[in-house]
């Protein structure tokens, strides 16, 4: 028996149980059942994922989740909660719900990469020779104005072009897109993949989101759009036949509909069906085979699994999605008819070929002239046409290029923002397609550019950035990590964060809201003394006030109470203990000399990250002109398929140059499982090499065996025809993942966190035939058994185990 410290005992077989399996994970002799696991025996989460993994691998217990732990924080409390379950006998070794994987062979595996190789040569062959034909033409022209016109009808006619070959060539290769199971790896995949590329690729698909031309696009992919939809995702649908939204729909940005999913070596197509006046949230997922009726509506940072039906005029939310009485459209609607969108339809295209395209091909053109003519003066023993030449010229190119729109771009972030937004009134209800809405979605736009997050993120400058786009952030207190690389918002002078806040990464504030006719903009207030974890999505009207720590991928509550002093955890969210003993180790590093010291040590270590960041895209850029220039140079010399190869090869030197930087970064100080102060030198490099991650670039290869070498040259170690559709590895030394494991698009595997003043990090390993589904997170020190499923949009916490061909899902993640 194990005596408590209070003098309590453990009375019945399962807490003798539970208490002895804690007390060997904790490493101590005995441990009272009456004992609050955070509050008294100073446990953390990690130590109870062990816990509740030991309780699952004997199989004659109840299953015990993170949810369970929080909500009985005692032996006694969570024996008696459990005591209805019966003990489960073993589970089976393969449970019915998971169907066996497709088999995939190497030699497919292979052939599917070379395929996918010459097709990109031949779309290159094919774009050389519509740049060649079409500068050739508008050089023709006898005058400024001629130049211009023809400037614009050859850049109009290219781009109608590129937006018709991914229509074209989805009716050519597949026709209809119906249910189905496709092999991975075999010639079906490769027209899937083709057809996918190029639709995602389309500049259809990233100029018009948000407008209703966007929905012609999708109509002319076979998508079933009814009138009056508003889709501002910048997740483009693949499989768009089986794309059903009925009218009135609002579809909010970065919410995924893909209607495909990738599991046990195959691509699964299925259905996603919404009804009239359908709203779907912000960072929302909506797996195959999933439909909401007439009315409904599926809130911000939720998911609806396979199978999941929404009935008409219900009000979902969570992952997975379950009722809920709050409600996520609370703009009223404004006059907005056919008229209006056709006539902001056809300023937005005007805009696009009479402004946009010419002004982007004659910049750069002359940017090409002017380095050119500059190499010349500079470096007259430089004749053009040389090796030494060009090598000039690419310099200059490259350094205009990259350094020039850098600065530039940064004075006009923060000027065009506070300019647009003097004309739009906060709390005011405004009619899409209008001057406002034009504005609002400039705003918006500028919000979502990464360069300068990632620039001066995790770094004490973040914060002056942040207040220059117009961030109310004062009174300051500087941490040096104050917020992470990733912030996105919808208006920058409506939002604000209190004293002391911390943020880890990918926080979303959604300033905004809308309707299928209207929009208005909102103050969004974040409390003091708060901590959030990654990918939050923070809407107007959150419910936390100070001293709140917000977990990775929390559902922020629209009702109830004010919270303060906890921790929220989930989706929807629980409540969980604000802070453990564990956590509080280096506080001590966070208040007077002591942190002015490490604050300006890392500061300083900051400057050079940010410096090694500039020097290597900058570069990267440099190469990728080099290489460029010398097909421009030698079209005339060469047969047209050399140049189309010379721009091939600019692709892949840049993406094996940038993946070669961060492994030459990580093997200057190799990152390995610890636990420091964020004040500390392992943080600092941690911090350098997520700045210089080129995932953004990797995307390029998504879905190919080409992702694949490129993880092992950063060093993740991947096994044999690994399926990776667009996944985020953030420690890649720390990371293995098992042979035709399944990476689904958008799921990340992070194998650290970063928790007020405290960094953490261990190994996450997944098994051999594992699926991570669409926009799933994993945590550090997780072990993924092999065959096992994370359905799609889940959290897996650090620390936990799921066994061999078990299925989990949820936020936070348990067995379903």
Known sequence: MLIADRGSAATTGAESIFAEMLADVLRVDRVSVDSHFFDELGADSLVMAHFCARVRKRGDLPSVSMKDIYRYPTIRSLAAALADVAPSSPRPAVPAAIEPPTPTSTREYILCGVLQGLFFLAYSYLAVLAIDTGYAWVSAGSSAVEMYLRLVLAGSGAFLVVCAVPIAAKWVLIGRWKAQQIRLWSLAYVRFWIVKTLVRSSPAARLFIGTPLYLLYLRALGAKIGPGVVIFSRRVPVCTDLLTIGAGAVIRREAIFNCYRAQGGRIEIGAVTLGRDVFVGERSVLDINTCMGDGAQLGHASALHSGQAVPAGEWWHGCPAQRTDVNYVKVPPARCGTLRRAAYSAAALLAVLLLYLPLVQAGFSLAIVAASSLAEVLVPSARAGTLWGLVIEALIFSLVLFFGLALVGLLLTGAVSRVLNAFIKPDTVYPLYGFHDAAHRAIARIGRMRFFTYLFGDSSYIVHFLQWLGYRLSPVMQTGVNFGTEVMHANP????????????????????????????????????????????????????????????????????????????????????????????????????????????????????????????????????????????????????????????????????????????????????????????????????????????????????????????????????????????????????????????????????????????????????????????????????????????????????????????????????
């Not at 504030?509 to 299928?516: A, K, P, R």
């Not at 270590?605 to 960041?613: A, E, K, R, S």
């Not at 020097?615 to 097909?631: H, I, N, S």
């Open 493 to 816: 002078s409506l939002s604000a964060v209190g004293t002391g806040t911390m943020v880890a990464d990918g926080l979303h504030l959604v300033n905004d809201e809308v309707s299928s006719t209207s929009f208005r903009v909102s103050r969004v207030a974040i409390g003091p003394q708060n901590f959030l974890g990654n990918d939050v999505t923070y809407p107007a009207g959150g419910r936390t006030g100070d001293n709140v720590l917000l977990g990775t991928k929390v559902l922020v509550p629209l009702d109830g109470k004010i919270r303060e002093g906890v921790g929220l955890l989930g989706a929807p969210c629980f409540e969980i203990p604000r802070s453990v003993e564990r956590d509080m180790r280096f506080d001590h590093l966070r208040t007077g000399e002591a942190l002015r010291r490490g604050l300006a040590a890392k500061n300083r270590c900051d400057l050079q990250t940010i410096g090694v960041f500039l020097f290597t895209r900058w570069v990267g850029v440099f190469l990728f002109a080099l290489l460029y220039l010398a097909a421009l140079e030698l079209y005339d010399v060469l047969p047209h398929g050399v140049n189309a190869g010379f721009f091939g090869l600019s692709v892949v030197v840049t993406a094996v140059y940038l993946t070669g930087v961060q492994r030459c970064i990580i093997a200057l100080r190799p990152v390995r499982p610890t636990i420091c102060s964020i004040y500390h030198p392992d943080f600092w490099c941690a911090e350098r090499i997520w700045k210089v991650h080129p995932i953004h670039y990797l995307h390029t290869f998504d879905g190919t065996p080409f992702k694949n070498l490129l993880w092992r040259l950063m060093g993740v170690r991947v096994g044999r025809r690994v399926f990776d559709d667009g996944a985020h590895i953030s420690e890649p030394t720390l990371t293995a993942i098992g042979d035709e494991s399944v990476l689904n698009y958008r799921s990340k595997i992070q194998c650290h966190s970063q928790e007020d003043g405290t960094f953490k990090c261990d190994r996450t390993t997944v098994g051999a035939g594992c699926t991570i589904g669409v926009g799933a997170f994993i945590l550090y020190g997780v072990t993924m058994g092999d065959g096992s499923v994370l359905a799609a949009d889940s959290f897996l916490m650090k620390g936990e185990y799921v066994p061999a061909r078990a299925r989990w899902g949820g936020n936070p993640a348990t067995e379903m």
